[in-house]
């Protein structure tokens, strides 16, 4: 058991170190030290449940339903385009608007609302968690659960660990500089993201 949760973790934790949507939100957010709690725990929960969807042997859904992951793909683009262009737009827009100090960037509602979009409208969160980790996990047969019970540890980790720990940052993103380069790089990247999931 103790040799599954532990593959469990490190895939799991592999999986979401890569930079994407999500990643830069929660980051972002720790910046600001604006909802860090309720976000990272929205992106560790979101993550826990598609975790136990694809452990609990539901992973076939994702290849069995022709018109899903066409769905995904291109809702999840459209989102992250406009999302990238708001980036960019606040990248080159009045400095006055980047001063972390400024504001919580969003009530709770609205900022758990992009949570939870940038979370669920992203195909590669389905493709992780549901698809790859679940079929991962039949290789651990009769241990499956805790195989699931260390990707869920984690994100939690990882997400807690990335919102909280922005803020040693904090004293270089005082600078209106630093947030149009932060902001210019999740523009971009989000972009990069939404061609790749358009061009497959």
């Known amino acids: 058991m103790g040799a599954a949760y532990l593959a469990g973790f490190a895939l799991g934790l592999s999986l979401i170190l890569a930079i994407g949507a999500q990643n830069a939100f929660v980051l972002r957010q720790g910046l600001r030290r604006a909802h860090v ?51 960019l737009r606040a990248a080159f827009g009045p400095a006055e608007h980047l001063d972390p100090a400024e504001g919580d960037g969003g009530g709770l509602w609205r900022v758990l609302g992009t949570c939870l979009a940038l979370t669920w409208l992203n195909p590669h969160v389905y493709l992780d968690t549901v698809v790859l980790l ?31 720990g922005a803020r040693l940052l904090s ?23 939404a061609v790749g999931l358009v061009t497959g």
């Open 37 to 87: 709690l309720p976000v990272c725990l929205t992106c560790a929960v979101s993550d826990a449940v598609l975790i136990a969807v694809g452990v609990g042997g539901f992973g076939w859904l994702a290849t069995s339903v022709p018109w899903l992951a066409p769905a995904m793909r291109w809702g999840g683009a459209a989102f992250l385009a406009v999302y990238g262009a708001m980036s």
């Open 134 to 164: 679940g079929s991962v996990s039949a290789g651990w047969e009769g241990a499956r659960p805790a195989f699931g019970g260390g990707a869920v540890t984690a994100s939690f980790v990882f997400f807690l660990a990335l919102g909280y």
């Open 171 to 193: 004293p270089l993103f005082a600078r209106p500089l630093a947030w149009r380069a932060l902001d210019a790089l999740v523009g971009v990247t989000m972009w990069a993201i």
